[in-house]
Protein backbone atom coordinates (compact mmCIF):
# COMPACT_ATOMS: atom_id res chain seq x y z
CA UNK A 1 0.00 0.00 0.00
CA UNK A 2 1.15 3.06 -0.98
CA UNK A 3 1.72 6.27 1.41
CA UNK A 4 0.40 9.43 0.21
CA UNK A 5 0.80 12.72 2.67
CA UNK A 6 -1.33 15.45 1.77
CA UNK A 7 -0.27 18.96 3.13
CA UNK A 8 -3.84 21.02 3.41
CA UNK A 9 -5.00 23.83 5.84
CA UNK A 10 -9.04 23.49 4.94
CA UNK A 11 -9.88 20.62 7.10
CA UNK A 12 -12.69 19.98 4.93
CA UNK A 13 -10.58 19.66 2.05
CA UNK A 14 -8.35 17.60 3.82
CA UNK A 15 -11.10 15.37 5.14
CA UNK A 16 -12.07 14.44 1.45
CA UNK A 17 -8.88 13.85 -0.04
CA UNK A 18 -7.67 11.43 2.68
CA UNK A 19 -11.33 9.85 2.13
CA UNK A 20 -10.80 9.52 -1.28
CA UNK A 21 -7.65 7.85 -1.54
CA UNK A 22 -8.11 5.25 1.14
CA UNK A 23 -11.14 4.36 -0.99
CA UNK A 24 -8.82 3.88 -3.76
CA UNK A 25 -6.52 1.70 -1.82
CA UNK A 26 -3.78 4.19 -0.89
CA UNK A 27 -2.47 4.39 2.81
CA UNK A 28 -3.30 8.81 3.08
CA UNK A 29 -2.36 11.03 5.82
CA UNK A 30 -3.01 14.59 6.11
CA UNK A 31 -1.17 17.57 7.84
CA UNK A 32 -2.85 20.66 8.81
CA UNK A 33 0.76 22.44 9.24
CA UNK A 34 4.22 21.95 7.73
CA UNK A 35 5.75 21.81 11.30
CA UNK A 36 3.62 18.41 11.53
CA UNK A 37 4.45 17.19 8.16
CA UNK A 38 8.05 18.42 8.45
CA UNK A 39 7.92 15.72 12.05
CA UNK A 40 5.76 13.07 10.47
CA UNK A 41 9.12 13.52 7.53
CA UNK A 42 11.07 12.28 10.00
CA UNK A 43 9.98 8.62 9.97
CA UNK A 44 9.22 6.96 7.33
CA UNK A 45 8.81 8.65 3.88
CA UNK A 46 5.59 8.69 1.44
CA UNK A 47 5.09 7.28 -2.09
CA UNK A 48 3.88 11.02 -3.26
CA UNK A 49 3.24 14.23 -1.61
CA UNK A 50 -0.07 16.51 -2.44
CA UNK A 51 1.42 20.01 -1.05
CA UNK A 52 -1.33 23.58 -1.05
CA UNK A 53 0.37 26.75 -1.57
CA UNK A 54 -1.35 28.89 0.61
CA UNK A 55 -0.01 27.20 4.03
CA UNK A 56 0.29 28.94 7.68
CA UNK A 57 3.77 28.98 9.11
CA UNK A 58 5.55 28.75 5.91
CA UNK A 59 4.20 28.38 1.79
CA UNK A 60 3.84 25.63 -0.40
CA UNK A 61 6.74 26.72 -2.18
CA UNK A 62 9.19 27.51 0.45
CA UNK A 63 8.57 23.45 1.65
CA UNK A 64 8.67 22.24 -2.20
CA UNK A 65 12.09 23.90 -2.35
CA UNK A 66 13.63 22.40 1.14
CA UNK A 67 12.00 18.97 -0.71
CA UNK A 68 14.35 19.70 -3.47
CA UNK A 69 17.55 20.90 -2.02
CA UNK A 70 17.74 17.54 0.14
CA UNK A 71 19.18 14.53 -0.96
CA UNK A 72 16.89 12.16 0.50
CA UNK A 73 13.56 13.96 -0.99
CA UNK A 74 14.87 15.26 -3.92
CA UNK A 75 13.22 12.90 -6.28
CA UNK A 76 9.96 12.44 -3.71
CA UNK A 77 6.99 13.05 -5.91
CA UNK A 78 4.94 16.36 -5.15
CA UNK A 79 1.69 17.51 -6.81
CA UNK A 80 0.45 20.90 -5.91
CA UNK A 81 -2.98 22.08 -4.98
CA UNK A 82 -3.80 25.76 -4.80
CA UNK A 83 -6.98 28.41 -5.79
CA UNK A 84 -4.06 30.12 -7.70
CA UNK A 85 -4.87 29.96 -11.54
CA UNK A 86 -1.93 32.16 -13.06
CA UNK A 87 0.32 30.69 -15.05
CA UNK A 88 3.10 32.37 -12.98
CA UNK A 89 1.98 30.61 -10.32
CA UNK A 90 2.01 27.27 -12.15
CA UNK A 91 5.64 28.14 -13.53
CA UNK A 92 6.72 28.86 -10.12
CA UNK A 93 5.72 25.86 -8.97
CA UNK A 94 6.64 23.49 -11.75
CA UNK A 95 10.21 25.13 -12.62
CA UNK A 96 10.59 24.62 -8.20
CA UNK A 97 10.44 21.03 -8.68
CA UNK A 98 6.47 19.88 -8.66
CA UNK A 99 5.66 17.11 -10.59
CA UNK A 100 2.00 18.40 -11.45
CA UNK A 101 0.24 21.25 -10.45
CA UNK A 102 -3.99 20.86 -9.97
CA UNK A 103 -6.33 23.83 -9.16
CA UNK A 104 -8.87 24.08 -6.56
CA UNK A 105 -11.54 23.46 -7.10
CA UNK A 106 -11.30 19.63 -8.28
CA UNK A 107 -13.08 16.51 -8.70
CA UNK A 108 -11.66 13.52 -5.90
CA UNK A 109 -11.35 11.33 -8.63
CA UNK A 110 -9.49 13.25 -11.56
CA UNK A 111 -7.47 13.91 -8.36
CA UNK A 112 -6.58 9.95 -8.10
CA UNK A 113 -6.00 9.93 -11.39
CA UNK A 114 -3.73 12.66 -11.10
CA UNK A 115 -1.91 10.54 -8.45
CA UNK A 116 -1.77 7.34 -10.15
CA UNK A 117 -0.17 8.84 -13.49
CA UNK A 118 2.58 10.95 -11.41
CA UNK A 119 3.74 7.86 -9.61
CA UNK A 120 3.65 5.53 -12.79
CA UNK A 121 5.63 8.00 -14.86
CA UNK A 122 7.90 8.47 -12.31
CA UNK A 123 8.77 4.76 -10.91
CA UNK A 124 9.27 4.99 -14.93
CA UNK A 125 12.10 7.23 -14.48
CA UNK A 126 13.57 5.85 -11.78
CA UNK A 127 13.88 2.49 -13.40
CA UNK A 128 15.38 3.97 -16.63
CA UNK A 129 18.89 3.15 -17.80
CA UNK A 130 21.27 5.64 -18.49
CA UNK A 131 21.62 7.31 -21.80
CA UNK A 132 24.81 7.73 -24.06
CA UNK A 133 24.26 9.78 -27.08
CA UNK A 134 27.79 11.03 -29.16
CA UNK A 135 28.82 13.87 -26.25
CA UNK A 136 25.53 13.61 -24.19
CA UNK A 137 25.61 11.45 -21.22
CA UNK A 138 22.50 11.05 -18.81
CA UNK A 139 21.36 8.93 -15.45
CA UNK A 140 18.01 9.65 -14.75
CA UNK A 141 18.72 7.52 -11.35
CA UNK A 142 21.55 9.19 -10.29
CA UNK A 143 20.13 12.59 -11.85
CA UNK A 144 23.59 13.19 -13.78
CA UNK A 145 23.86 15.31 -16.90
CA UNK A 146 27.47 15.18 -18.44
CA UNK A 147 28.88 16.62 -22.10
CA UNK A 148 31.97 15.59 -23.35
CA UNK A 149 32.81 14.58 -19.10
CA UNK A 150 31.69 17.55 -17.81
CA UNK A 151 29.07 17.76 -15.45
CA UNK A 152 25.74 20.37 -16.29
CA UNK A 153 23.72 21.34 -13.84
CA UNK A 154 19.95 21.23 -14.82
CA UNK A 155 16.52 22.31 -13.14
CA UNK A 156 14.23 19.33 -12.70
CA UNK A 157 11.88 20.26 -15.42
CA UNK A 158 14.75 20.65 -17.73
CA UNK A 159 16.09 17.19 -16.59
CA UNK A 160 12.50 16.03 -17.18
CA UNK A 161 12.13 17.32 -20.53
CA UNK A 162 15.97 15.82 -21.73
CA UNK A 163 15.20 12.38 -20.25
CA UNK A 164 11.64 12.54 -22.16
CA UNK A 165 13.32 13.23 -25.02
CA UNK A 166 16.04 10.78 -25.15
CA UNK A 167 13.03 7.69 -24.23
CA UNK A 168 12.04 8.61 -27.55
CA UNK A 169 15.14 9.01 -29.44
CA UNK A 170 15.07 9.29 -33.00
CA UNK A 171 11.20 10.48 -32.80
CA UNK A 172 9.33 13.71 -33.80
CA UNK A 173 7.33 14.49 -30.22
CA UNK A 174 4.60 17.15 -30.53
CA UNK A 175 4.20 19.50 -28.44
CA UNK A 176 0.95 17.90 -26.44
CA UNK A 177 2.82 14.99 -25.96
CA UNK A 178 5.91 17.10 -24.11
CA UNK A 179 3.53 19.04 -22.08
CA UNK A 180 1.93 16.09 -21.05
CA UNK A 181 5.12 14.05 -20.35
CA UNK A 182 6.93 16.84 -17.92
CA UNK A 183 4.04 19.38 -17.20
CA UNK A 184 0.68 17.25 -16.76
CA UNK A 185 -2.47 17.42 -18.74
CA UNK A 186 -3.73 20.46 -16.97
CA UNK A 187 -0.61 22.74 -18.58
CA UNK A 188 -1.99 25.01 -20.37
CA UNK A 189 -0.82 24.35 -24.28
CA UNK A 190 -0.39 27.89 -25.47
CA UNK A 191 1.95 29.56 -23.20
CA UNK A 192 5.52 29.42 -24.04
CA UNK A 193 6.98 27.37 -21.47
CA UNK A 194 8.46 24.97 -24.04
CA UNK A 195 10.02 26.52 -26.59
CA UNK A 196 11.66 28.70 -23.58
CA UNK A 197 13.12 25.57 -21.44
CA UNK A 198 14.38 23.96 -24.75
CA UNK A 199 16.17 26.99 -25.64
CA UNK A 200 17.94 27.12 -22.06
CA UNK A 201 18.42 23.50 -22.42
CA UNK A 202 20.32 23.89 -25.70
CA UNK A 203 22.55 26.70 -24.52
CA UNK A 204 23.33 24.93 -20.86
CA UNK A 205 24.29 21.45 -22.85
CA UNK A 206 26.86 23.38 -25.04
CA UNK A 207 28.35 21.61 -28.23
CA UNK A 208 25.10 18.82 -27.43
CA UNK A 209 22.45 21.31 -27.49
CA UNK A 210 22.74 20.85 -30.89
CA UNK A 211 20.97 16.90 -30.86
CA UNK A 212 17.76 18.60 -29.97
CA UNK A 213 16.18 19.46 -33.13
CA UNK A 214 12.78 21.58 -34.10
CA UNK A 215 10.13 19.32 -35.96
CA UNK A 216 8.12 22.00 -37.89
CA UNK A 217 4.70 21.89 -36.88
CA UNK A 218 5.15 18.78 -34.65
CA UNK A 219 7.40 19.30 -31.84
CA UNK A 220 11.20 18.26 -30.75
CA UNK A 221 13.11 15.20 -31.09
CA UNK A 222 16.48 14.43 -29.82
CA UNK A 223 19.21 12.55 -31.80
CA UNK A 224 22.85 12.09 -32.17
CA UNK A 225 23.16 13.52 -35.90
CA UNK A 226 23.50 17.34 -34.65
CA UNK A 227 27.45 17.21 -34.73
Not at 58 to 76: H, P, W
Not at 126 to 144: A, C, M, N
Not at 189 to 202: F, G, S
Amino acid sequence: MERIYLLEDDDSIRKLVIYALGSQGYEAKGFERPSDFWKAMEGQQPALVLLDIMLPEEDGLSVLQKLRSSAATRKLPVIMLTAKNTEYDRVVGLDSGADDFISKPFGMMELVARVRAVLRRTGEKQESEDYQLGDLFVSPRRHIVRVAGQEVLLTNKEFELLCLLLEHQGMAMTRDAIMDGVWGQEFSRENRTLDVHVRTLRTKLGRAGSYIETVRGVGYKISGGGL
